[in-house]
């Protein structure tokens, strides 16, 4: 069971790998994506919109994480990202190129804990 865990966390650090520039950490190129992808001036209405994405994805991830029996690869991550990033709710933003790869890292960083 350990050594599974310990294989799992590897593999989700090593997909992480291939979004994180070398150097910085999960959080700060999540902070760069936020800037491409959220618009808002107000920081208040900023926060609360990063705060309802991640809330969506944590509960999206929560469902099907049980089912999860190896570590994904990229493409599953993907399609994950894609089915989040085209909820209604989320229509009206508009750079969706950085809202899905903020959505994927995400992804990796809930599996990865």
Request: charged share 40%; hydrophobic share 35%; net charge positive.
């Amino acid at each position: 069971e350990k050594r599974r865990k310990a294989e799992y966390r590897k593999a989700m650090k090593k997909l992480s790998e291939q979004y994180v520039d070398s150097g910085k950490s999960i959080d700060e190129t999540l902070e760069d994506l936020i800037e491409q992808w959220n618009p808002l001036v107000d920081k208040q209405a900023s926060a609360d919109l990063v705060e309802d994405v991640n809330s969506a994805i944590r509960d999206y991830i929560r469902k099907i994480r049980r089912k999860m029996v190896s570590p994904p690869d990229r493409e599953r991550v993907q399609n994950l990202a894609s089915q989040i990033a085209e909820y209604d709710v989320f229509s009206r933003i508009k750079k969706k190129k950085a809202f899905r790869t903020y959505i994927e890292l995400y992804i990796i960083k809930i599996l990865g804990q």
